[in-house]
């Protein structure tokens, strides 16, 4: 069975940082594509970043919202996904989830591309 849950969420203010974690188990990096979206209430879910695993080139994309702030990254050894999200503002509130699928990159921000998903982790950033 394939779990993945998110941790690391919280309040912060504007200009602060956090790190998100996606714990993995019963699936293997080296064959899907892992990502982060957010949603905010109603809303549709939103692409924040994705990477491709060594096997796939190891290419990492992101919502050029977060470009220059979030980084997306891989731990093999602990199967965890990472999203380190810095100079935070207000509008990057959101639930944030974790996904995996067989993604081709043209297609990494579509939600029905993906084949799991975690239960999410509120992030709000406020003063």
């Known amino acids: 069975e394939v779990q993945l849950v998110e941790s690391g969420g919280g309040l912060v203010q504007p200009g602060g940082s956090l790190r998100l974690s996606c714990a993995a188990s019963g699936l293997s990096f080296s064959s899907y594509a892992m990502s982060w979206f957010r949603q905010v209430p109603g809303k549709e879910r939103e692409g924040v970043a994705v990477?491709?695993?060594?096997?796939?080139?190891?290419?990492?994309y992101y919502a050029d919202s977060v470009k220059g702030r979030f980084t997306i990254s891989l731990d093999y050894a602990k199967n965890t996904l990472y999203l380190q999200m810095n100079s935070l503002k207000p509008e990057d509130t959101g639930m944030y989830y974790c996904?995996?699928?067989?993604?081709?990159?043209?297609?990494?921000?579509?939600?029905?591309?993906?084949?799991?998903w975690g239960q999410g982790t509120q992030v709000t950033v406020s003063s």
């Open positions: 990477i491709y695993t060594r096997t796939r080139g190891g290419n990492t």
């Open positions: 996904a995996a699928g067989i993604v081709v990159s043209w297609l990494w921000t579509t939600e029905g591309q993906y084949n799991y």
